[in-house]
């Protein structure tokens, strides 16, 4: 700061200071409000309503009656509810390691330089911009139909097969999994910006010592990568547990067949939207957010154990 800048602001009275920051404190609430708003609107107003109706009985169209821990003591003996549980748990064990190895190994290939990487990029990343959508659900529920293109790729190489994929218990859940897998292209830009991060000067000096290149792989690049895996891994498991248009529109709302696809979300929406329980409904989505936030604080708590930072 120049001395003709200290002098002027050692002769500015205190009131001016005060003056000039009431001003920037009304500027910083003007550009503010509208996301304050946002957040009271859309945030923190629906989850207090959503947290008063989990402790009273509500069918939408009469007022609440308050029956206290009734609907949370009501899940302990709910089968279906512990069936959408098991069934959203296997799907996020068996799909969020599943995806993030596809991403990692992607990004693994686009990061040798390859031609038009940009473009590569941008067709890998498209599928997760899709993948949650409903007309790739329906897409996805024709491709495993038993007339589907699935079938017919397996007719050509001389298995002939009707089963429909989505149709059968043992095989409805695998299809909604290869679907998460699909979407593969959020972690993989990610990881693909860590691996860019990652000096070249390690490597070489490996080559120099000799290290084959899985040494490498598994002696540079895991380690130096931990804090991007870390975040995938956090994100996807988050997301998986909110997964619900695939399972409803492949399932047609259902859960089925015998509901291996009933996942704790549409298990959730059929109680508020079908049956018009929405106490239980509400009851049910905080006991998600516990579920959620207990995952997280784990990853977190773990994460010291494995992931590795410069410092």
């Not at 969020?96 to 990061?111: E, F, I, K, R, T």
Request: glycine share 10%; proline share 4%.
């Amino acid at each position: 700061m120049s001395l003709l800048k200290l002098q002027k602001l050692a002769l500015t009275p205190k009131g001016g200071q005060t003056r000039s920051n009431t001003r920037d404190n009304k500027a910083a609430l003007v550009f503010l409000g509208p996301w304050l708003l946002g957040s009271v609107v859309l945030v923190i107003g629906p989850m207090a309503a959503s947290l008063y109706l989990s402790f009273t009985n509500y069918n939408l169209l009469q007022s609440p009656k308050w029956v206290g821990a009734g609907n949370f003591a009501r899940m302990l003996t709910d089968t279906r509810l512990h069936h959408s549980l098991e069934v959203t748990f296997l799907y996020v064990l068996i799909g969020v390691p599943l995806q993030l190895g596809a991403a990692l190994g992607l990004a693994l290939l686009l990061d040798r330089g390859l031609r038009g990487l940009t473009f590569y990029r941008s067709a890998f990343y498209l599928p997760s911009l899709l993948g949650a959508s409903v007309a790739i659900a329906v897409l996805w529920r024709l491709i495993f139909g038993g007339t589907g293109l699935f079938n017919t790729i397996l007719g050509l190489i001389g298995i002939e097969s009707t089963t429909s994929w989505i149709g059968n218990p043992d095989t409805a859940l695998s299809t909604i999994i290869l679907l998460h897998v699909w979407t593969f292209g959020s972690p993989m830009v990610i990881f693909l910006a860590g691996l860019r991060q990652i000096p070249v000067e390690f490597y070489e000096a490996a080559q120099i010592d000799g290290a084959t290149t899985f040494q490498q792989f598994r002696g540079i690049t895991i380690p130096l990568l931990t804090p991007i895996i870390f975040f995938n891994l956090v994100l996807a498991i988050i997301n998986s547990f909110q997964a619900f248009t695939q399972a409803f529109i492949v399932s047609a709302g259902s859960g089925g067949p015998s509901d291996s696809t009933l996942f704790y979300t549409l298990y959730l929406y059929q109680e508020g939207f079908g049956a018009f329980r929405m106490g239980y409904a509400s009851a049910m989505a905080w006991l998600l957010v516990l579920i959620v936030g207990a995952c997280t604080a784990i990853n977190f708590w773990a994460s010291k154990f494995w992931v590795h930072y410069e410092d």
